[in-house]
C-alpha cells in the first residue's frame, strides 16, 4: 500500500532563509508526485506536481527515486509562504495525502 | 461562485445520531472525492465517485457512505456516530479525463466541520 510521510509538523524559518519541506512515500509502481498548499482561510489548492517539473512561487521539487523522497525546495522565504504544506502521491484513482507541515516564515 | 461548495459548514450533534454531508462540485467537474481530516491527523481518503459510479474506495467505515447524484452532487452519509468521527470532512472535485482516472489536481471546498458530542 502507498504511504506518504511528511516527518516535521512544524517548521520555522526567517525571512530570506532557505526551506525544505521534507517528504518521503512508498509505492511499488511508478509514483506521481505532488504538493498542495492551504494558506490561511483559503482552500487547499495544488502547488506543483513532479511531472510538470516546474517551478511555482519559487518553489521546486524534486522526485528522487533512489531515496523515495520529494522534498520541497525554496532558496529564500517569503512571510507569504507561511502556510501548511501536504505532499501527496497518486495511484489509480486515489490521492494518498502526507500528514501535513505547518511552516512559519518569521520577518 | 463555481468553485466546490460543501453543506453545512459546521454541524454539531450527540453520538449514535446520522447526518449528511453535501457537495457540490466544481461546474464540469465529474469526479467528487471525500476525506476526512482528524486532529492531528493528515487527509484520509475515503471514496472517490466519477459521474455518479463509485470508482475508489479507502478507509471508510461500514457505518458511512456516499453517493453521487446525476446532477453530479454527491452526499456522505454518516450513521451511528461516534464521538471519533468528530473531523473536518473535505470534498474535493476534478475534471477527470475520459474513464475517470485522477489527474492529481483536485479542487476543494471548505469542508464540514462535525463535533460529535
Known amino acids: 500500500a502507498q504511504r506518504v510521510t511528511q516527518p516535521e509538523k512544524l517548521l520555522s524559518v526567517f525571512k530570506g532563509a532557505p526551506v525544505e519541506l521534507k517528504c518521503n512515500y512508498s509505492?511499488?509502481?511508478?509514483?506521481?508526485l505532488f504538493w498542495y498548499v492551504q494558506y490561511s482561510r483559503q482552500r487547499l489548492q495544488l502547488l506543483l506536481r513532479?511531472?510538470s517539473r516546474e517551478s511555482i512561487k519559487g518553489f521546486t521539487a524534486d522526485l528522487n527515486k533512489g531515496e523515495t523522497s520529494f522534498h520541497l525546495k525554496k532558496p529564500f522565504a517569503q512571510e507569504e509562504d507561511s502556510a501548511m504544506y501536504y505532499c501527496?502521491?497518486?495511484?489509480?484513482?486515489?490521492?494518498?495525502f502526507g500528514g501535513g507541515t505547518r511552516l512559519m516564515v518569521k520577518p | 461562485d463555481s468553485g466546490v461548495t460543501q453543506t453545512p459548514k459546521h454541524l454539531i450533534t450527540a453520538t449514535g445520531q446520522r447526518v449528511t454531508l453535501r457537495c457540490s462540485p466544481r461546474?464540469?467537474?465529474?469526479?467528487v472525492y471525500w476525506y476526512q481530516q482528524s486532529l492531528d491527523q493528515g487527509l484520509q481518503f475515503l471514496i472517490q465517485y466519477y459521474n455518479g459510479e463509485e470508482r475508489a474506495k479507502g478507509n471508510i467505515l461500514e457505518r458511512f457512505s456516499a453517493q453521487q447524484f446525476p446532477d453530479l452532487h454527491s452526499e456522505l452519509n454518516l450513521s451511528s456516530l461516534e464521538l471519533g468521527d468528530s473531523a473536518l470532512y473535505f470534498c474535493?472535485?476534478?475534471?477527470?479525463?475520459?474513464?475517470?482516472?485522477?489527474?492529481?489536481?483536485?479542487?476543494f471546498g471548505e469542508g464540514s466541520r462535525l463535533t460529535v458530542l
Open positions: 461546474s464540469g467537474d465529474l469526479s
Open positions: 509505492y511499488s509502481g511508478s509514483p506521481e
Open positions: 474535493a472535485s476534478s475534471v477527470g479525463p475520459a474513464g475517470g482516472q485522477n489527474t492529481g489536481e483536485l479542487f
Open positions: 501527496a502521491l497518486m495511484s489509480g484513482n486515489m490521492l494518498t
Open positions: 513532479h511531472i
